[in-house]
């Protein structure tokens, strides 16, 4: 794949929800909310602050990360479906 992000954003894949509940029930995909846990593809520089200076992000490629519901924009990269957000709208780092 040949996509940097810019800035401060972060390309991520989604990671598959839950198929069963806690009580064993399957879950049918059209009944699924999309997953608020994913992993991180690549990501931008960093942003600038006001002198100039670029700011290292925190989160790394291959991170797992937690994000908002309505977070980000949901792209489609060589027939990957992956969603492009800022690293303001990122929750957490998962520990490994």
């Known amino acids: 794949m040949a996509f940097r992000p810019l800035h ?3 390309l991520l894949r989604r990671l598959d929800g839950e198929e069963k509940t806690k009580g064993g029930i399957i879950i ?3 009944a ?3 997953p ?3 992993e ?3 990501v931008g520089p960093g942003a600038r602050d006001e002198q100039g200076r670029v700011n290292a992000l925190d989160v ?3 991170d797992r990360v937690l994000f908002g519901k ?3 924009t949901e792209i ?3 027939g990957q479906d992956l969603l492009i957000l800022k690293e303001s709208e990122i929750l957490g780092v998962l520990a490994a």
Do not use: F, L
Request: charged share 40%; aromatic share 4%.
């Open 70 to 72: 309505w977070s980000g």
């Open 76 to 78: 489609k990269i060589d």
């Open 40 to 42: 991180v593809v690549a």
């Open 60 to 62: 790394r490629s291959g």
């Open 36 to 38: 608020q846990e994913g």
């Open 32 to 34: 699924k909310e999309k």
């Open 28 to 30: 049918p995909d059209n």
């Open 8 to 10: 401060d954003r972060v």
